[in-house]
């Protein structure tokens, strides 16, 4: 935010700014205001999963089975206010369920509680479960993107059954909020020309990630609407920092 305006210090960033504005009671700084965006990079899936013992196979058979056994069912995350606890509670928001939200010190414990069956559901990045789900030890139900994930192509998404349900992790690049337009201009220009390289875009495949090539104003758009969702959701389950 105080860096030099001239293109050569960059801000990585991501979903967990979109849910940190409304997170933080107080921030020495306003993510929206302060930063200008430069170019959106990738977003990634996460799986709805749950440990085998759970008897449900889809979403709506977890919401029945939820609603019939409520506050019985624990959801790990990998802490208050990551991606993997606020898409759970989203989920929450938009079912009625009572589940018991139980955070981690980051996801490899969380999933390690998981797949132990100390926990039940867990709404996790496809990169660290998806070898899990493939040996069975795992079950996937959905998958929160709006379409669904190539990787697992059987899997619906939560919003075949929850219409307008939708989370993602996303990064972009950001730049101080001074600096000028032509070098924003000209950086997107080269971000873009990067992500429409084929062996990145593979790479990023792999991962489970889709690029999202656009101009500032599309990504300006796309942290309004990402900051105004989570917003509402830390609303609603009355999250705070850790």
Known sequence: MRAPADGYTLLWTGSPNAISATLYEKLNFDFIRDIAPVASIARLPLVMEVHPSIPAQTIPEFIAYAKANPGKLNMASGGNGTVTHVAGELFKMMTGVNIVHV????????????????????????????EHIKSGKLRPLGVTTAA??????????????????????????????TTPGEIVDKLNKEINAGLADSKLKARLADLGGTVMPGSPADLEKFIAEETGKWAKVVKFAGIKAE
């Not at 955070?103 to 998806?130: C, E, H, K, W």
């Not at 919003?159 to 950001?174: C, K, M, N, Q, V």
């Open 148 to 177: 669904r994930w190539e990787g697992l192509p059987d899997v619906a998404t939560i919003g075949d059954f929850l219409p307008g349900y939708e989370a993602s992790t996303w990064t972009g690049i950001g730049a101080p909020q």
């Open 103 to 130: 955070p981690y010190r980051g996801g490899p414990p969380a999933l390690t509680d998981l797949i132990a069956g100390q926990v039940q559901v867990m709404f996790d990045n496809v990169p660290t479960s998806i």
